[in-house]
């Protein structure tokens, strides 16, 4: 009989549970009389507070104490009952800004990791002597004796580079002029650089494009970020960075199946069918360059169920101004800068600077997933690209449906465990993979594919929520970009090490994969405990 693993059985009774803890309980506006002494729940009546000196003596400054039969005051659950009553509504023309904000976000990232899918679809079109660029100066002469796929392998690891110097510099500029701004500025370069690739053979302009390409490429998440905090409340943090992350894995799946088809009915009627493949990705940035000019022009406008307008009261805006001023004189000068400088001083900040960078590694295995099932498993190439398209939808069900469930979870053990979980399962996935190649046992291709899936379904959630919460939460509006793209700094740095090392070893030979199984291993393994010891030392939230 099949039998559920234990562990897999806590964390789907704990999540279950917890998410029905959690149901929120909507709250009915009423009209209660201004003597009543008490509501139906046990709490003093809001007009008897507001009248009564005794009770509250400060009702225009501060909100309402609320004091439960029996007397004794829970300070936790007076905010939580609170924050109920003041529950905030989400106005009409609020809910469709939202709505078109989170549209242009996704079609952001979808437009974007599609483009960044145009290099590999025709790399080997790009290097060749026939349809390829030309690689040669304006006298005609050779630019060096290497050949073109040598100077494409330097190109990409110069853009590798250039991808994680945007990483580092490009965060305080972001966070200075705001998350949908840079999106706009950035999607509009990325337009114009594609373009002037599609139209030009020289491998010079080309190479000057495309390193500007990954630069730019570099901001975008941590832009979409920042654009999260400034437009959506947190409790749609998770949410809103779960669609994201399901909109580049369906960005990367759709942009291979179109390029190729594009590519087919290309061929035909070019000489050099690439160009077409980069003016389509130039053209797509225009969808969501229009969603951000139009969504993002618009105002935030909520209202509380204590409220009788669309908008907020004049008091209350008082109220808010004045916390809100009180917050920006605590901070003095909260530059980016500053807020990574005592962040980096918190074992936190390092936990999940190092898990980050380690799932970075762990993650963009997918680029090999072809090549692995062609070459150790002697599958088509139809059906290697199959596997890498099963790998990706695994990342994409994970985020589409554990997003939710993770932001359901109010206890940091149930973070912390769901998260031991879902990276022990992707340990597993690695350890399978390295016992085939090692002959401790022998996976068929069936079995390999199953894995590889297990894998992208593992790692996904764990790879882009928790620090994406940590850099919203700890950098704020202000420096939440920097502190995204200070985490993929090092990610990027050990990608450009693991990427060399896969690409040159002998793939024909399944002896050659050991130690790179043995690489994912260990980086999904040390993830764990950092992830898992970062969630617990986080502040519970009450």
């Given at each position: ?11 789907g ?101 599609a ?37 494409m ?83 749609e ?56 000019m ?14 009788t ?24 000068i909260?530059t ?5 400088r ?17 799932l ?18 002697g ?5 290697a ?8 939808l ?55 594919a ?14 882009y ?51 790179t ?6 980086c999904s393994?040390?993830?764990m ?14």
């Open positions: 009989m099949w039998r559920v693993p234990p562990v897999m059985l806590v964390w009774v704990s999540v279950t549970c917890t998410g029905f803890a959690l149901k929120p309980r909507r709250i009915e506006p009423s009209i209660q009389s201004r003597w009543s002494n008490r509501r139906d729940d046990g709490f003093l009546s809001p007009n008897i507070i507001r009248h009564n000196p005794l009770v509250n003596t400060h009702y225009n400054t501060v909100d309402p104490v609320r004091i439960p039969r029996g007397g004794a005051i829970d300070s936790k659950s007076l905010r939580r009952e609170e924050e109920e009553d003041n529950e905030i509504l989400v106005s009409p023309q609020e809910a469709r800004r939202r709505r078109g904000m989170g549209a242009a976000l996704a079609a952001t990232y979808f437009t974007v990791m483009s960044k899918c145009a290099l590999p679809a025709v790399l080997g079109q790009l290097t060749s002597l026939e349809v390829g660029l030309k690689f040669a100066t304006t006298s005609t002469k050779p630019i060096a004796t290497k050949t073109p796929q040598v100077l392998a330097q190109l990409l690891a110069v853009s590798t580079i250039a991808i994680a110097a945007g990483k580092l510099f490009l965060g305080p500029v972001i966070d200075h002029f705001g998350g949908v701004f840079s999106l706009k500025v950035a999607l509009t370069s990325l337009a114009l650089l594609l373009g002037t690739i599609s139209v030009s053979d020289s491998f010079r302009v080309f190479s000057i494009c495309w390193v500007i390409v990954d630069f730019i490429f570099s901001s975008c998440w941590a832009a979409c970020i920042n654009a999260i905090h400034q437009n959506f409340p947190e409790q943090w998770t949410n809103r960075i779960g669609i994201l992350a399901a909109a580049a894995r369906t960005g990367n799946a759709a942009a291979f199946a179109f390029f190729a088809s594009l590519l087919a009915v290309a061929s035909k009627e070019m000489t050099q069918p690439w160009r077409i493949v980069f003016a389509s990705s130039a053209l797509i940035q225009g969808i969501p360059i229009a969603l951000l139009y969504f993002g022009s618009m105002k935030r406008n909520v209202t509380t169920s204590n409220s307008t669309a908008t907020t009261p004049k008091s209350k805006r008082q109220v808010d101004n004045k916390v809100e001023d009180e917050e920006q004189t605590k901070r003095v909260a980016p800068l500053a807020t990574l005592r962040e980096a001083k918190t074992p936190i900040f390092w936990l999940h600077l190092v898990s980050r960078s380690l970075m590694v762990f993650a963009s295995f997918l680029l090999f997933v072809p090549l692995l099932m062609n070459q150790a498993y599958a088509s190439s139809a059906t690209a199959q596997v890498g398209s099963l790998y990706a695994g990342c994409l069900l994970s985020v589409s449906l554990g997003s939710n469930l993770y932001a359901k979870l109010s206890s940091n053990k149930h973070k912390a465990l769901s998260i031991a979980v879902m990276l022990g399962m992707a340990t597993i996935a690695s350890v399978a993979q390295w016992g085939h190649m090692a002959g401790v046992w022998h996976l068929s291709l069936s079995a390999s199953a894995f590889l899936f297990l894998w992208g379904f593992s790692f996904a959630i764990p790879f929520i928790p620090p994406s919460l940590y850099a919203l939460e700890r950098g704020g509006v202000e420096s939440s970009a920097t502190i995204a793209d200070v985490f993929d700094v090092g990610g990027f740095g050990l990608l450009a090490m693991f990427n060399g090392y896969v690409a040159g070893i002998q793939h024909s030979k399944i002896a050659a994969w050991i130690p199984f043995f690489l994912t291993t260990i393994a040390v993830a405990v950092c992830l898992v010891l970062a969630t617990l030392l986080e502040e519970p939230k009450d």
